[in-house]
């Protein structure tokens, strides 16, 4: 659900859990730890429209994001920044350039789909404060149940606000989760699906990103998420000794 591998959002597959409530992703005015990705030129201007979606998670450093790998492998950390609560052209939480880009050993040898996500080191030149100090930040859940009512935000190509829906995070497959909402088009791959998020703060727990199975499905009524487990924990744990 990016640009940089033509990235697919949404997704056709079968169910495993029976269907789910038909929803329909909304429009609104964004949350402070999920924001977009957007190429640059090195000097944190913006290139374009955002190309995929991420998240602030809570690390000690308080300076990772989370997205899904697709989004960015191959991509050089000095062309892409991350603008927390983007929206309608606004970014009040600043504009954070990508210093690092850490991703799983299976994810960088074979483009296991159950090993698409990928943690991003941020900081602001010249600037103390940490991104998680201003935005807070999403806690990780690994080896989490399916069937978890989850909200997932995400900013789709070209759209001039996020959007979001709440559904359960079905089980797809053994290390794969399925979530059903209309809207989830390119660019949302890398949006959190976030349980037990609070209507105010709008931190939770992260359980998944868009992306793994067909790079996150291939319609935007279907989406697919990497199931959290002992590969994401093992990678969150080299991310916080790199960030």
């Not at 789910?20 to 090195?42: E, H």
């Not at 797809?172 to 809207?183: I, K, N, T, V, Y």
């Not at 990103?209 to 790079?215: A, C, K, S």
Request: hydrophobic share 40%.
């Amino acid at each position: 659900m990016g640009v940089f591998l033509t990235l697919l959002a949404g997704h056709s597959g079968p169910l495993a859990e029976g269907p789910a409530i038909a929803q329909q992703a909304k429009a609104f005015n964004g949350t402070p730890a999920v924001g977009a990705l957007f190429t640059t030129s090195g000097k944190n201007d913006l290139l374009g429209s955002h190309f995929c979606t991420a998240s602030v998670v809570d690390s000690p450093n308080r300076d990772l994001v989370l997205t899904a790998a697709h989004c960015v492998s191959g991509t050089s950390p000095n062309k892409i920044v991350f603008v927390p609560g983007y929206h309608n052209g606004h970014r009040p939480y600043g504009v954070w350039a990508v210093t690092r880009v850490i991703v799983d050993r299976n994810w960088m040898s074979s483009a296991n789909a159950d090993d698409d996500f990928a943690f991003l080191v941020v900081a602001r030149p010249g600037r103390r404060a940490a991104v998680q100090n201003i935005t807070g930040g999403e806690s990780i859940a690994t080896s989490q149940p399916p069937g978890q009512f989850v909200r997932v935000i995400g900013y789709p190509d070209n759209a001039v606000l996020p959007i979001s829906c709440q559904n359960r995070a079905l089980r797809f497959s053994a290390r794969q989760l399925e979530f059903d909402c209309g809207g989830y088009s390119d660019g949302t791959s890398g949006s959190p699906l976030i349980a037990g998020m609070n209507a105010i703060t709008g931190l939770g727990r992260v359980i998944g990103v868009i992306g793994g199975y067909e790079q996150g499905g291939n319609t935007p009524d279907v989406s697919y998420a990497a199931k959290f487990g002992a590969n994401l924990a093992a990678l969150f744990k080299t991310a916080i000794g790199e960030s």
